[in-house]
Each structure stands twice: as structure tokens, then as C-alpha cells.
């Protein structure tokens, strides 16, 4: 495989993963970090010559992203954007064992962040949109009937506010499209290997916990009203909690493609017997167990000013992560029921609920996918999921466009490598994956804006 001189798909798509990396538009949740900007600017150059130009939007300083679209020649034919974010998230080098923005290749693993999420599918999404600009790649020359999108969007790691949540609010004009293809696909499970497809993901309602005590002087602690002490407890209390167990469809169907042993199959996709299955899935335990519950997870605890000060406030941040058909009133209720007598101390802030979205499986683009599969996995089938994250796929879900997160990865992976590596240290991708996902993105594009009505 070609993997350094630009030639071949894969070869263009390492070199210019390999730029969006080193660009390092790390994303810290603040607004001015990201830097998406640096990103926006390699894009550019990259189509520079390819007949396409792109829009730039830039909703706050170096927040940018660019959205380039290629026109069909049918009006009425069903459009495609692949959309791409371009940050990632913020790293710990002491926990890895190369530079994560050197975007080092050794014994054919490209390492750093963003190499899985998601850069290396921004990558094959510039590279793909190119070929077909310059209407070189492949056999013949090829136009598509349908737009072809391809969105390169700022700040996905933080919610998006400066990313497809504003373009959606102002330049829905820009990123619109009748299907989209986003992460976070692409990782074999089973022997016939079921290659996971994101239709659907979880929503999301976080809160804040407002706890008050009294405030006092550190030197005498004995029977204090201590704000932490009470914080403490609450964390302690939700870490315990457990919220009811709801079996999904598209849960069963991934506990089947796991081929685990039969006790253990049973016992996951049993609503009474789940937790006794858990420890059967090893590192997968922490996402089985995100699939079948909505999950409270207290991320951000403060109290205290100074040292010899009791607090009499604290505060405890809650990512809550939502199961389909949960309301503000079940989460309310959760935290309720978790926290018992300590509400007497305790009011509960924000009443946001992003609902969670799934996309139907019985459309076109679907069985363009499946036949994308096949191509690479002859034996091998889509495996439909649902993510228990958030993607930028859930915007386009709400407004009723199906949006799938798409990718094929090598034998060698797992959806629990792939999990853990998501946000991890040591964040990499094998070449052999880098190839096998933008041919199959290259076929999908053709195959489904170039066919007939
Ligand atoms: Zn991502």
C-alpha cells in the first residue's frame, strides 16, 4: 500500500491527517482555545486547484469552519454531506508513549490526537470530495447527480456552539443535506465481523447541584453544616444509584454480534439480570452498561475558598446522559430518589434536555453502506448501534435527516480498543484502517450520488 507520496487515496489521506493533528486545535471548552482556524487554512490549500472554493464561517475569533460543496446535475437527486469536526480534546503526554502531535507512523500505526476521533474521517472526507472535484480518481470521470457536502466544523467537543449547532441556528443554507455521514463507525465485532454503524445516540440533560451548608471556622469542625462534607455524600449517593434498566433493540442486537458465552448473552439483554452479566464484557463493562441506562455522572465537584474556612456552598456538575423516551421529570425524579434526604440541602439547577435521536436503517444510503461492507468484510455486515456519547450527527437527526456514523477499521480492532482510545492516551490508527475507510467512503459517495432515481 502507498502509503507516503499522495498518490492513492490512503496515501493522500495519512499525509493530510498527519497536517490536521499537527495542527493541534485542541479544544479545552473555552472559547478561544481550538484554533480550528489552522485547520480551516490546510483545507484550503488542499483544494487549492481543484475547482472547488468552499465557504468559510468563523463565528468567533479562529473558531472557523469551511464548507465546501460540490453540485450535481439533478436537482431533485438526494444530497450527501460528510461532516467532519476538526478539534479534539486536550491530552495528558506524561500517559503517552509518542508525541501526540507529531503524527509519528511507525510499523504502520499513524499515533496522535485526533487520529480516531475523528481527523482520520475528516481526512477521507476532504481527500474523497477532492477526487471527485478533479473528477480523476477512478475509473473514468464521474459527476454526481445529487450535492455533495463536505463540512469541515469547528468545536464538536464542546457541544458544538461554535461548530453545527450555529451553522444549523444561521447557515443551515451551508451544511443542509437529505443524508449525512459523521463518526463514529467503522470497529469489527464477532467473526463474520459486524462493523459498527452509529444510527442513533443518547441525549443529553446535564445538571448542577447546588448544595448549601453553613459557614464556619476550620479550627472547629465537630457537628459543622460543611458544604463538602454534604457534596461528598451526594457524589457517593449518585455514584450508587442506578437508574432503571431499559433493553434497546439495537442493544440486543450488538450483546448477539459479541459472541460471548450463552450466560452471559442472556443475562445482558435481560432487564433483571443485566448487572449480573457486566462483568462478562471486561472493558466493554462501562459501555454496555451506558446502552441499557440513562447515566449520572458527577464530572465537576467545587467547594471552599480557604483553608480555615468551612463552606457553606458547593457545587457538584452532573453529565446526564439520556436513554430514548426519558423526560425532565424522570430526571428530576432520578436525582430525587438518589439523593433522599439531602435534597433538604440541595437545589438542582438547569432544565435542558437534548433528546436522543436515531435515524431509520430502511433508506438508500444504508444499503449503500452495507454494500461498502461487503466490499471490504465479504462475510461481514453493517451492525447497527447506538452511540452513548454525543456526535454532531444528532443535529441533522432532529430536524428528521438521517446521519450515520460510518467508517471500516482493520481486523485488528475492537469496539472496546476503539472505545478506549476515543479521548484516551496513545490515540492511533493502523494504516491498513486509513485505506479501508476512504475506499469505502470513495465507493459509498459514487455509488450513492451517482445512481440512478
Ligand atoms: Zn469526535
Same mark, same amino acid.
Given at each position: ?141 464521474? $459527476?454526481? %447527480?445529487? &450535492? =455533495? +457536502?463536505? !463540512?469541515?466544523?469547528?468545536?464538536? /467537543?464542546? #457541544? ?8 444549523? $441556528?444561521? %447557515?443551515? &443554507? =451551508? +451544511?443542509? !443535506?437529505?443524508?449525512?455521514?459523521? /463518526?463514529? #463507525? ?268
Amino acid at each position: 500500500m502507498s502509503t507516503h507520496h499522495g498518490g492513492s487515496l490512503a496515501g493522500q489521506t495519512t499525509e493530510l491527517l498527519q497536517a490536521l493533528i499537527r495542527n493541534r486545535c485542541v479544544n479545552d471548552g473555552s472559547p478561544d482555545s481550538g484554533h480550528e482556524i489552522r485547520t480551516v487554512r490546510t483545507l484550503q490549500s488542499f483544494f487549492e486547484g481543484s475547482g472547488v472554493e468552499g465557504v468559510v464561517v468563523e463565528p468567533h475569533p479562529e473558531r472557523a469552519s469551511l464548507i465546501v460543496r460540490i453540485e450535481g446535475t439533478d436537482p431533485t437527486a438526494p444530497s450527501l454531506a460528510l461532516v467532519g469536526h476538526t478539534d479534539v480534546v486536550p491530552v495528558e503526554p506524561a500517559g503517552w508513549e509518542h508525541d501526540p502531535f507529531a503524527a509519528d507512523v511507525t510499523d504502520g500505526v499513524l499515533w496522535g490526537r485526533g487520529a480516531i476521533d475523528m481527523l482520520n474521517l475528516t481526512a477521507s472526507y476532504a481527500v474523497v470530495t477532492r477526487a471527485i472535484a478533479q473528477g480523476t480518481a477512478g475509473p473514468g470521470s464521474f $459527476r454526481p %447527480r445529487g &450535492d =455533495l +457536502i463536505f !463540512a469541515a466544523v469547528a468545536d464538536e /467537543e464542546n #457541544g458544538s456552539s461554535l461548530g453545527v449547532d450555529w451553522l444549523t $441556528r444561521n %447557515r443551515l &443554507d =451551508l +451544511i443542509d !443535506a437529505d443524508y449525512v455521514l459523521t /463518526e463514529s #463507525g467503522g470497529a469489527p465485532a464477532g467473526s463474520a465481523p459486524g462493523i459498527s454503524v452509529m444510527i442513533g445516540e443518547k441525549g443529553a440533560a446535564g445538571r448542577t447541584l447546588r448544595v448549601t451548608g453553613t459557614p464556619g471556622h476550620g479550627s472547629a469542625p465537630w457537628g459543622a453544616h460543611n458544604a463538602a462534607v454534604i457534596a461528598a455524600e451526594a457524589v457517593r449517593r449518585i455514584s450508587l444509584f442506578r437508574a432503571p434498566t431499559v433493553i434497546t433493540p439495537q442493544w440486543r442486537r450488538y450483546v448477539e454480534a459479541l459472541e460471548l458465552d450463552q450466560r452471559t448473552q442472556a443475562d445482558l439483554v435481560d432487564a433483571d439480570r443485566f448487572y449480573d452479566g457486566l462483568p462478562g464484557v471486561g472493558a466493554l463493562a462501562g459501555f454496555a452498561h451506558a446502552s441499557a441506562h440513562t447515566t449520572i455522572s458527577p464530572n465537576m465537584v467545587h467547594a471552599g475558598e480557604k483553608s480555615n474556612v468551612i463552606p457553606g456552598e458547593a457545587s457538584v456538575v452532573l453529565d446526564i446522559r439520556i436513554l430514548p423516551d426519558v423526560s425532565a421529570a424522570d430526571v428530576e425524579g432520578y436525582l430525587r430518589e438518589a439523593l433522599g434526604d439531602l435534597m433538604e440541602n440541595i437545589s438542582i439547577e438547569g432544565d435542558q434536555l437534548g433528546e436522543s435521536t436515531v435515524s431509520p436503517t430502511d433508506t438508500p444510503l444504508f444499503d449503500v453502506l452495507r454494500g461498502a461492507v461487503k466490499r471490504a468484510y465479504p462475510d461481514g455486515d453493517l451492525l447497527p448501534m447506538m452511540g452513548v456519547g454525543g456526535t454532531d450527527g444528532r443535529f441533522y437527526r432532529r430536524r428528521g435527516v438521517p446521519a450515520y456514523g460510518f467508517g471500516v477499521l482493520s481486523e485488528r480492532w475492537n469496539y472496546g480498543m476503539f472505545r478506549q482510545l476515543f479521548h484516551g492516551h496513545n490515540e492511533r490508527i493502523d494504516l491498513e484502517s486509513i485505506d479501508l475507510t476512504v475506499t469505502a467512503l470513495d465507493y459509498v459517495v459514487r455509488e450513492f450520488l451517482g445512481r440512478q432515481p
